[in-house]
């Protein structure tokens, strides 16, 4: 029988294609306009801060604390690592709505310690109920955030993902607050009342990043707008003393 080869090499090239497009990571996310950053946390262990490329990951931001004892092991290491390596730098602090916000806010100033004025505003992660009703935890969290406001004359942000937000983030005082909100479509579909006019200012888009200098994955988030861009929405969280 003859060989057709060039049937043979359409075939072959067919199932290379179909292994790469198996095989390779890809995003279907347009990033024009955008610039990349990362979240970390302990749960990514010792990042190897100068192999990350700060060409490519603009900002980064560290989990600092959660609740009213807990401090990250790995924050200050992260927090001067992102300095090191010139990025813009923020970190967040878990909120859990049973407990007292005041003292909440309190451990995170003191680990977070004096913010420098390009740093990303104070940052309160809300994801959880902690058994409470959405009224409780809205005004728990406006007080996180009135005390936070108050020490470092900075306007926080409020990071949610976005059903949670919907549900229990719905207060319209919410507002004056920027949101950082995690959702893993293509694209944000809706976003919770507070922010339907004003827009989201960062977006956790994955959390299955891969990223040089961190083992295993990493939270990939995007700044709606230019690096230059982001120092200005920086500046615009500076409150008049």
Known sequence: MKINHKLVLSIFMLII????????????KSHAGFIKGIDVS????????PAIDNSDIHF????A???????????KVNWNGMKEQSLIRGAYHFYYPQDDPVKQANIYLNVLGTLQPTDLPPIVDVEVTGNQQPDAIVTGLLKWLATVEQATKRRPMIYSDLDFAKQYLSDPRLSDYPLWVADYSDAIQGLPTPWQSKGWTLWQYSQTGEVDGIEGNVD??????????????????????
């Not at 294609?17 to 279907?28: A, C, D, L, M, Q």
């Not at 604390?65 to 924050?75: A, K, Q, R, V």
């Not at 995007?222 to 120092?231: D, N, R, S």
């Open 17 to 28: 294609s179909v292994v790469v497009f198996k095989v390779v990571p890809h995003n279907n």
């Open 220 to 241: 990939l988030d995007l700044f709606k707008g230019t690096k230059k861009a982001l120092k200005e929405f920086i500046s615009t969280t500076h409150l008049k003393r």
């Open 65 to 75: 604390t959660g609740g009213m004892t807990y401090i990250d092991p790995e924050f």
């Open 60 to 63: 980064a931001i560290a989990k």
């Open 42 to 49: 302990h749960y990514q262990g010792q990042i190897t801060w």
